[in-house]
């Protein structure tokens, strides 16, 4: 028994923006896995190099403890990702990434030669630097988007927007929906226009044909898409801010 409604209870937890906390220990996990799983499978180049001693059991217990605390931590950061948006998987990529060259390179140091290790571990590390820069990049146009779409619903001309096409027929094993639904409205000067937003739909409140919503749109360029804010997708972007 409860005196709190636990579906409310459960959807407030499902809700809840992830705290720096774990964002940072999920970051961290995908560090270590991407240091065992390279310095294990870095280390397994040892086994033909006749001229060193080959590694212990140590490198080679790290491959599959690597690789699993990798899977299990790209999992939590892929539902991290999903509730944050200045966050993107190229974070976690960089992480794993970072913490592989560094173990590639730490092995490194049991071979007679090597050159060919630290090469590959190096280009590991400018692998990682690539997907940080890429992340970084992302997180920043999203960040310009949501500010546009703010703009534009300050100083946009508002219209009404009704759902034409939502995408999709039935809820089916999923109780969440991924579709492209499809609005029309009636620009100032009476041209009728139709524009498409990528919407996450949840079945407790659907979308339905015919539908109204309020819509922002710049009336000196009516088709400019990007102007184009729909209030019904602001509200369920595809992931949380």
Same mark, same amino acid.
Request: glycine share 10%; with cysteine.
């Given at each position: 028994?409860? +005196?709190?409604?636990?579906?409310? &209870?459960?959807?407030?937890?499902?809700?809840?923006?992830?705290?720096?906390?774990?964002?940072? !220990?999920?970051?961290?996990?995908?560090?270590?896995?991407?240091?065992?799983? @390279?310095?294990?499978? @870095?280390? +397994?180049?040892?086994?033909?190099?006749? #001229?060193? %001693?080959?590694?212990?059991? +140590?490198?080679?217990? =790290?491959?599959?403890?690597?690789?699993?605390?990798? /899977?299990?931590?790209?999992?939590?950061?892929? #539902?991290? %990702?999903?509730?944050?948006?200045?966050?993107?998987?190229?974070?976690? !990529?960089?992480?794993?990434?970072?913490?592989?060259?560094?173990?590639?390179?730490? =092995?490194?140091?049991?071979?007679?030669?090597?050159?060919?290790?630290?090469?590959?571990?190096?280009?590991?590390? #400018?692998? $990682?630097?690539?997907?940080?820069?890429?992340?970084?990049?992302?997180?920043?146009?999203?960040?310009?988007?949501?500010?546009?779409?703010?703009?534009?619903?300050?100083?946009?001309?508002?219209?009404?927007? !009704?759902?034409?096409?939502?995408?999709? +027929?039935?809820?089916?094993?999923?109780?969440? /929906?991924?579709?492209?639904?499809?609005?029309?409205?009636?620009?100032?000067? @009476?041209?009728?226009?139709?524009?498409?937003? !990528?919407?996450?739909?949840?079945? $407790?409140?659907?979308?339905?044909?015919?539908?109204?919503?309020?819509?922002?749109?710049?009336?000196?360029?009516?088709?400019?898409?990007?102007?184009?804010?729909?209030?019904? &997708?602001?509200?369920?972007?595809?992931?949380?801010?």
């Amino acid at each position: 028994m409860s +005196t709190v409604d636990p579906t409310i &209870a459960r959807k407030l937890r499902e809700s809840r923006r992830p705290s720096t906390a774990r964002v940072v !220990t999920v970051l961290l996990l995908l560090l270590l896995g991407g240091l065992l799983a @390279g310095y294990g499978w @870095g280390s +397994t180049g040892r086994l033909m190099d006749e #001229a060193v %001693v080959a590694p212990d059991a +140590t490198a080679i217990i =790290a491959i599959p403890i690597g690789m699993l605390v990798s /899977i299990v931590s790209s999992i939590a950061w892929a #539902a991290i %990702v999903m509730k944050r948006s200045d966050l993107g998987m190229m974070y976690g !990529t960089a992480a794993t990434l970072l913490g592989a060259g560094a173990g590639v390179l730490l =092995a490194s140091r049991g071979y007679a030669d090597a050159t060919p290790v630290v090469v590959i571990g190096s280009g590991i590390l #400018a692998l $990682a630097v690539v997907c940080l820069v890429l992340g970084v990049a992302a997180a920043a146009a999203r960040a310009r988007k949501a500010r546009a779409e703010d703009a534009a619903m300050r100083t946009g001309t508002l219209a009404t927007g !009704t759902v034409s096409d939502k995408g999709y +027929t039935v809820f089916r094993e999923s109780s969440r /929906i991924l579709t492209t639904v499809t609005f029309t409205f009636t620009d100032v000067h @009476g041209v009728q226009r139709w524009v498409q937003r !990528t919407m996450t739909i949840n079945a $407790a409140d659907p979308v339905e044909n015919g539908q109204e919503t309020r819509l922002w749109y710049d009336a000196a360029n009516p088709g400019n898409d990007r102007a184009i804010v729909v209030e019904l &997708a602001h509200r369920s972007p595809l992931r949380a801010p």
